[in-house]
């Protein structure tokens, strides 16, 4: 009687249908890791402005909340090297300007560089950088960003909401 050593070819392919069938499977989940790592690091960043947003708040409140404020906190766009100004409600309004409101998409880049400071995503107002900056009307911004546009920050002056669409 003979020993036999070693695996059958069925054997040898039923090991190649069942690991075939386990890639199937375990593949979409690693292919759709980018999109969420996309997702977080919106979410992120948006919850960085939000915050950014909320402490100016504050600071205008301790202030004694005198409404509208020009020069309000000093330098604060690392971009522009200019002071950050707020409107009547004490929300960040703009930093170039002297109107004290935001109305533009040049406002909402210099209150995203004021807040966020150095090291902060590149925004432009095209789609050269990582995040698009759009005015909206009513005091109202959009940050798209631009590995997926369905990704979005948008920010509210008249009542310092920060929405992330993820």
Known sequence: MRAERGFTLIELVMV???LGVLAATALP??????????????AATGGALKTGVNLIHLKWLAAGATGAIQN?????DSVTGQDL??????????????????????DCID??????????PEIASNTSAEYQ???NGSNNCTYTYQRDTNLTITYDSNSGDVDVNS
């Open 16 to 18: 190649i249908v069942i």
């Open 85 to 106: 100004s707020v409107n009547s409600s004490g929300w960040p309004a703009d930093s170039r300007g002297t109107s004290l409101t935001l109305n533009s998409t040049n």
């Open 133 to 135: 900056a759009t005015y």
């Open 29 to 42: 989940r690693f292919a759709n890791l980018s999109a969420d790592a996309q997702k977080s690091v919106v």
């Open 111 to 120: 209150i995203w560089n004021a807040i966020l400071a150095a090291g902060a």
């Open 72 to 76: 309000f906190i000093a330098a604060a």
